[in-house]
């Protein structure tokens, strides 16, 4: 697998080994020993797989006091994937990184704990799965606005499907402290 290190230090593009021939194609999606050598060391506790439409924007999301480590990649369709650097004292504080996941490319982002993640559908359908080193809290997931001018995330897109719920999401600089994990170097 090759592994593109980005913007962000600890979010990683991950280009796994797809063999393929006339009948189909064969990868692994993960193997904890291949993974911790790259320094993906917390342990993965919860899969999840969403379906969404083309348009749909799902994110800025993160968990404050359960943080996520979360491997993400595209089973079907193609979306544009997004990591934040969130935690407070960061000397990447409000940066982003994006990259196209899809299943053709069969890339895989690894977003850690400490980060906002989000990602919008630019195929007709998607079908998203996502690894997550800790488990979804619901009452303890915040998040940011997806056109936040502060982050400027260049979605390529000017009016995506939203949930209620992500509508009503904050600006980086509407968040107070305690809203926001801490860097810790």
């Not at 692994?28 to 797989?49: P, S, W």
């Not at 348009?55 to 993400?72: A, C, D, F, S, W």
Request: hydrophobic share 35%.
């Amino acid at each position: 697998m090759n592994i593109i290190e980005t913007n962000l230090p600890g979010v990683l593009l991950i280009e796994p080994k797809v063999f393929g021939d006339q009948r189909g194609f064969f990868l692994e999606t993960f193997q904890a020993e291949r993974y911790k050598e790259i320094g993906i060391e917390l342990d993965f506790v919860q899969d999840n797989l969403s379906r969404s439409s083309k348009g749909v924007l799902r994110g800025l999301h993160y968990q404050l006091n359960y943080p996520q480590g979360k491997l993400v990649s595209v089973i079907r369709g193609k979306v544009f994937d997004v990591a934040v650097d969130i935690r407070q004292g960061s000397p990447h504080f409000g940066k982003w990184f994006g990259a196209e996941l899809s299943d053709e490319n069969h890339h895989q982002l690894y977003v850690p704990p400490g980060f906002a993640h989000g990602f919008c559908v630019m195929s007709d359908t998607v079908d998203f799965q996502y690894k997550c080193t800790d488990y979804y809290h619901p009452e303890d997931e915040v998040g940011i606005i997806w056109n936040d001018p502060s982050i400027a995330v260049d979605w390529s897109i000017a009016d995506p499907t939203l949930s209620d719920k992500d509508k009503q999401l904050l600006a980086l600089s509407e968040l107070s402290s305690e809203q926001l994990p801490k860097y810790i170097p």
